[in-house]
């Protein structure tokens, strides 16, 4: 009976320091173990979802439309394309410049500009790209600050 | 198994409860707290607070059927091709022969001339050429001409209107600006030998950085001397370009449909208004505002108009030209004391991309002289439910409106759903007028032609 109580008690003491990580602004804390982009049991932390999600309804949604499947010719999908499904530093780098000239995706072009996001800060980065990743039928590894903040250092876009 | 940690006293078991009843406390908070983030209250419809005279009236669901547009009593509608591709502008031949022109390459061609050759309303003839793709398509004193998103070309016609040398088209305009944003030159021609091409803005509102918060609008605007207006160019003369006297009117964001009235012998636009209101300027417009404005407008065009683009938009609720924002508009300020007041206005972001004077004898007599006008859907009045996806009718008498607007030819989309997610079946583009007097809709999401008649 202890022991039970004893494991119970630990898992809900874990469970309380994920939270307080997460209120505390501090990055993802991913509650699954496992490494790699792909093919673990990795599930976001909620709380970064929902910050995600205002971030995406906020900035994101009048153009990448509310079921993220964008505008024929002018705005592409964020529907599992390699450009939101694949290496994290080139998409932080879309949202920290934009983008401006024809992009081609799925075979289908689009010309509208994008303009820069680089006034989010880099927890809302994360948590919205973390939220694309992970909504609308994608399904991909959490972007964390970390991560931001080193794309953003590196980050040298022309004529800034 | 065994407890490894050193088995304090009894108190110390309550502490661990303690701890646990904290953690659950803490979890259900948390679960409670977090919620629902969405902030856009679900209030309605794209129906106005102040004018409702412009607002959309709400569709008619009972009768929307998949792939059957809703049309007035006694019209009918057949298809006469089906699943064309991005068909958007149309032209008919005065024997009945249908030319699109595409905006991707179908089976490697970018026009198709159609024909019906059995009278069952479906085409059973097709030949495609041309391989650029673009939106423009007119015909005039024996010539197709058609446009890319530089240059206009037009072919010779024979006596059935086949085309005479479909892969040497002659260049008639040449070099005109395409810089990603409202790149399709849309064209038409009056009947004194005259073509007028559409060069978009590429440009929402003329900022410093396109669509970005808190950048500023450019006064003036570097666009306007070769691009946001409408350039006027002989029908016959080849490898014209920018000049001065083919400036023919000025501060027009992006006009897609447009059409020579030949009562009042002028040209009518239809101008796609700015976007992102809301976006750029939040603590001006909230969403509900900022889908329904501006007012996508209707203007009547001499040489040397100008309809205001970037400086200022169309209120269609305070009926007046308002100051954009971008240069220092707050909503409420008019401007544009020199540029021209619409003829009619829209609801904003439909997306006007097809405009035709009817000039036939097959409608009833209320329809002649009056104004279609295809609206492709919108995009922008996200969060709030997208419209359009229909073609309307304006009552015109001498070019000026003689009645409210009315929905002519609706379910594009499919149903209500479709529109308001704006993930349409079908999106009206072109608008043409067949030489018995039947109208033609394309829809460049599918490829789909509709042949529109009226049966006594």
Known sequence: MKNILFIFTTGASLVLATLLLSAAGVENFVLATGKGSFGTLQ?????????????????????????????????????????????????????????????????????????????????????????????????????????????????????? | MQHSIHQPKRTSWKL????????????????????????????????????????????????????????????????????????????????????????????????????????????????????????????????????????????????????????????????????????????????????????????????????????????????????????QFKADVPNQTYGDDHHYATGLRNVVGFDWNQQTNSLFVMQHGRDQLHDLFPDIWDTKQSAELPAECMYELHKGSDCGYPYIFYDQFQHKKILAPEYGGDGKKTAGDSAQDPVMAFPGHLAPDGLLFYTGNQFPGRYKNGAFIAFHGSWNRAPEPQEGFFVVFAPFENGKPTGKWEIFANNFSGGDAQTASGRADHRPCGLAQGPDGSIYVTDDSKGFVWKISYKQ
């Open chain 2, 16 to 231: 661990f409860y303690l701890l646990m009843g904290l953690s659950l406390t803490g979890l259900i908070a948390c679960g409670a707290g977090g919620g629902n983030g969405n902030k856009t209250d679900s209030a309605s419809t794209a129906a106005a607070t102040a004018d409702t005279s412009w607002a959309l009236k709400p569709t008619d669901s009972a009768t929307m059927i998949s792939d059957s547009l809703k049309l007035p009593a006694g019209f009918a509608a057949t298809t006469l091709v089906e699943n064309l591709g991005r068909t958007r502008h149309i032209a008919v031949a005065p024997n009945g022969a249908v030319f699109v022109k595409l905006s991707k390459l179908q089976d490697g061609k970018g026009i198709y001339r159609l024909m019906d050759t059995n009278g069952d309303g479906k085409a059973d003839k097709s030949f495609g050429f041309c391989n650029y793709t673009g939106t423009g398509m007119a015909i005039r004193d024996g010539y197709l001409y058609a446009s890319s998103d530089t240059c206009v070309y037009r072919y010779k016609l024979d006596k059935d209107f086949n085309v005479v040398d479909p892969n040497h088209p002659e260049k008639i305009v040449t070099g005109l600006l395409a810089r990603g944003e409202h790149e399709p030159k849309a064209i038409t021609l009056d009947y004194s030998g005259n073509l007028y091409v559409n060069i978009g803005a590429y440009s929402n509102s003329c900022q410093l950085q396109d669509r970005t918060k808190g950048s500023p609008g450019q006064r003036p605007c570097p666009i306007l001397d070769s691009a946001g207006g409408i350039w």
């Open chain 1, 43 to 160: 599930v976001p932390a909620q709380a970064s979802m929902e910050r995600g999600k205002q971030v995406y309804l906020q900035v994101c949604l009048a153009c990448h439309q509310v079921d993220a499947g964008g505008v024929q010719g002018m705005t592409p999908t964020l529907v599992k394309t390699t450009y939101v499904l694949g290496p994290k530093t080139p998409l932080i780098k879309i949202v920290l410049n934009g983008m401006t000239g024809a992009v081609t995706v799925n075979g289908d072009d689009f010309h509208n500009v994008m303009a820069p996001h680089s006034d989010l800060t880099d927890q809302q980065i994360a948590d919205v790209l973390t939220y694309v990743r992970n909504s609308f039928g994608n399904k991909a590894s959490a972007v964390t600050v970390t991560q931001v903040k080193a794309a953003r250092a590196a980050n040298k876009p022309a004529g800034k």
